[in-house]
């Protein structure tokens, strides 16, 4: 009983650790990009590729890190992973110039990408289905307290020499916790023993089960087309409900209810922050008890009736200030403000997952440059922005509505898609692929993150902030319809049991109670953990 204790703790670190050095390093660049901006004298372009490199080599690690846990095995290819990590953190605080920074961005999105990947199936695997689904959403916590921990660290190096190289620099610390912990955990099981073979079957086939092919994702054998439908259906609707663009203007919101322009800056990074933390583990609570479908029809609901409600406030309450980049520092005028034409977007890299991110002219405006008198650093702003009068009180009361629906939003979407997903995703497919399978999900959800990034100045140029909002709103409907039509629940159920139904054509599974597995043979897993 120690031993599966210990066991147990083993994982859960393992899962957190990843988790937080994920979060870190997506959000560790909100702090540094204005030091390297100073530094460097990068420009609005270079600023969007060095923000952007990451989520490229995250893709690049999509593609082709199926191949990589499925040939070389879950626990191998995170230890690998974090070296990987190291090198890019060596490259990114060693810099000298933007080449070697974008080299290490690209290394570092390769790394937690392929970490991500290999975290979830490999902590999936190890547990009894009591543990896996809480075990599994600690992952999506470490990535909000990551969040959190990077926005501390880039406050409290924001003065200190070299400060950027040392926010890159921390994220090495929880992967090497991380690899210490693996360590004492087994290596990979041996997944072909997880899917159930009728008695007769088994003795034809032996240990080794049945063998699929990536292309085996897109057939009808076994309904894998039906499970990559649900896999793809679910990264794409987290997406396309547009997260990361709602939270580009959450500092927007906190200053339409009064707050000054400082601290609306904070409370956009940091309350959001802890909206999400609270949220996420309460996800964790209720995965076990409340089932997967449950918290995805729930956080969609929510999520298509808050960003609405943002939508219809923003008729009357403008939200139009999203985000905009840093403009060189010999580009700055003699009014003191920063000329910028048209504020590009920024490419977002959160899977899971919604981090708020401060626009660079906040951040500028908290850590001005002392002593540049020749080259004074402060937002860029429209005139509109300068001279618009304060809120009336009717417009201070639509901004605490809309403050309102951001909180429920967060919230929705951090107990809903964003730790369910991945948990879904690491139970639905045979062991022998679900490295692959997942790597392909995840390639997707990039790839969409990306286009939705940016293609958002753009949607936003067509039919305006508040249709935009509506229509992330209507796309979230047709999201929940896809969840209650579709998504399996497979709670209280070992990964044997969910494989033996999902073969079956119907969808979804009704309740996630243990089925009977009387003439069905389990090959039994040589870890201690596992129920």
């Known amino acids: 009983m120690g031993r599966h204790s210990h066991s147990l703790l083993l994982c859960a670190s393992v899962s ?50 199926g191949f990589l846990i499925d040939h070389y095995g879950r626990r191998r290819t995170i230890l690998g992973s974090n070296l990987v990590l190291l090198a890019g953190s060596l490259s990114l605080g060693l810099a000298g ?16 990408s392929l970490s991500s990947m290999a975290c ?27 969040i959190l921990l990077s926005y501390a660290l880039n406050y409290a190096l924001s003065d200190a020499p070299w400060g950027w190289r040392h926010m890159f620099g921390w994220a090495t610390a929880p992967a090497a916790l991380q690899s210490l912990s693996l360590l004492f955990l087994p290596a990979d099981t041996p997944h072909r023993d997880l899917t159930p073979l009728p008695s007769g079957e088994a003795k034809r086939q032996g240990l080794g089960g049945p063998r ?41 919101v906190f200053r339409s209810v009064g707050f000054r322009e400082g601290s609306s800056a904070v ?19 209720l995965v076990e008890h409340a089932g997967r479908r449950a918290l995805l029809l729930a956080g969609c609901a929510l999520m298509a009736l808050s960003v609405s409600g943002i939508g219809l406030v923003s008729f009357a309450v403008s939200l139009d200030s999203g985000p905009g980049c840093l403009a060189v520092p010999n580009a700055t005028q003699q009014t003191g403000f920063l000329e910028v034409s048209s504020p590009p977007p920024v490419p977002r890299a959160w899977e899971d997952q919604g981090l708020p991110v401060l626009p660079t002219t906040e951040r500028a405006k908290l850590h001005p440059e002392a002593g540049d008198a020749a080259a004074p650093l402060w937002p860029a702003l429209n005139a509109a922005s300068v001279l618009t009068p304060g809120p009336t009180p009717e417009h201070t009361l639509l901004g605490w509505a809309a403050l309102v629906c951001l909180m429920a939003y967060v919230s929705a979407f951090s107990f809903g898609f964003g730790p369910v997903t991945w948990l879904v995703l690491s139970e639905i497919y045979p062991g022998e692929i679900r490295g692959r399978a997942f790597a392909l999900c995840n390639s997707f959800n990039w790839a969409a993150n990306l286009s939705i990034s940016l293609s958002f100045l753009d949607l936003l140029g067509a039919i305006g902030l508040s249709w935009t909002f509506l229509l992330y709103g209507l796309t979230a409907v047709l999201g929940l319809a896809f969840i209650y039509i579709l998504v399996p629940e497979t709670k209280g159920q070992t990964l044997a049991e969910i494989e033996q139904q999902l073969q079956k054509s119907g969808f979804p599974l009704s309740s996630g109670h243990r089925q009977d597995s009387a003439g069905v043979q389990y090959h039994r897993l040589g870890v201690t953990v596992a129920s």
Request: aromatic share 8%; charged share 10%; net charge neutral.
């Open 267 to 285: 409370l956009a990074s940091v309350g959001l922050g802890s909206v999400k933390v609270a949220a996420t583990l309460t996800a964790t609570g």
């Open 120 to 146: 979830c199936i490999y902590v999936s695997e190890l547990v009894g289905p009591q543990q896996r689904g809480v075990l599994v959403s600690l992952y999506e916590v470490g990535i909000t307290v990551g």
């Open 97 to 112: 110039s933007l080449p070697w920074l974008l080299l290490g961005r690209l290394v570092v999105g390769f790394a937690i």
């Open 212 to 252: 699929y092919t990536f292309l085996d994702l897109f057939r009808a054998r076994d309904n894998m087309r039906g499970r990559t439908i649900v896999g793809l259906g679910l990264v794409l609707f987290q997406q396309l409900t547009g997260q990361p663009n709602v939270l580009c203007y959450a500092s927007t």
């Open 16 to 65: 957190l650790l990843g988790g937080l050095t994920f979060g870190y390093e997506l959000a560790v660049i909100s702090g540094a990009l204005l030091l390297l901006q100073l530094e460097f004298a990068l420009s609005c372009w270079e600023q969007e590729l060095l923000v952007g490199s990451l989520l490229l080599g995250a893709l690049l690690a999509s593609l082709v890190g």
